[in-house]
């Protein structure tokens, strides 16, 4: 097996394993952004929140970019 081979098998794991880190994220995030779960959130843990969106969202899109990138 060719080392390009290789390293494309472990761009498509890294992103697989990057799509599903960030999904887990954004639902867990979003749940206790939109009071779905009973957690009381202050206003400084709010912009934590949504730090932690926008950074899963990336995540999750740099994620689908491996995956998709060798096809």
């Known amino acids: 097996m060719s080392k390009l081979r290789k390293l494309s098998r472990v761009a498509v794991a890294l992103g697989g394993l990057l ?5 887990i994220m954004v639902v867990i995030s979003a749940l206790a952004f939109f009071d779905a779960v009973n957690l009381p ?3 400084e ?3 934590f929140m949504w730090g932690l969106l926008v950074i899963s969202l990336l995540g999750s899109m740099s994620g689908i970019l491996l995956v998709y990138r060798r096809r």
């Open 41 to 43: 959130i202050d206003s």
């Open 45 to 47: 843990q709010r912009l």
């Open 19 to 23: 799509i599903f880190v960030g999904t």
